[in-house]
């Protein structure tokens, strides 16, 4: 069983920063891939980035040039940076950890076995 906490949001002004860990607590199974999603109010949970067991990573649009998912080199801590932020990247902000990525393709929720409780991310204009 794994427990994830993320840490690290927080309100920022547009054109601002922020980085998100992602502390992951328990053995990490060794196929699984981790991402971060993020929930705006009234919509659904939409998929930021992934980096799978290989180490290689995927953005939705998007993210492409302002995000970057990493990990540390344990596996058991994985961060967002967030560069350029804007005020549409207000959310909630959580991270998964799953083993289902091929069934679902990894901005699925479906894909994920493990979730965080979030961590909230203000842009103001």
């Known amino acids: 069983q794994l427990r994830l906490v993320e840490s690290g949001g927080g309100t920022v002004q547009s054109g601002g920063s922020l980085r998100l860990r992602c502390e992951v607590t328990g053995r990490q199974h060794r196929t699984y891939s981790m991402g971060w999603f993020r929930q705006r109010p009234g919509e659904g949970r939409e998929g930021i980035a992934l980096?799978?067991?290989?180490?290689?990573?995927y953005y939705k649009d998007f993210a492409k040039g302002r995000f970057t998912i990493s990990q540390d080199t344990t596996g058991q801590t994985l961060y967002l940076q967030m560069n350029s932020l804007k005020p549409e990247d207000t959310a909630m902000y959580y991270c998964a950890s799953g083993g289902r990525i091929a069934y679902f393709g990894w901005d699925s929720t479906a894909s994920y076995n493990y979730w965080g409780q979030g961590t909230q991310v203000t842009v103001s204009s």
């Open positions: 980096i799978d067991s290989n180490s290689d990573t």
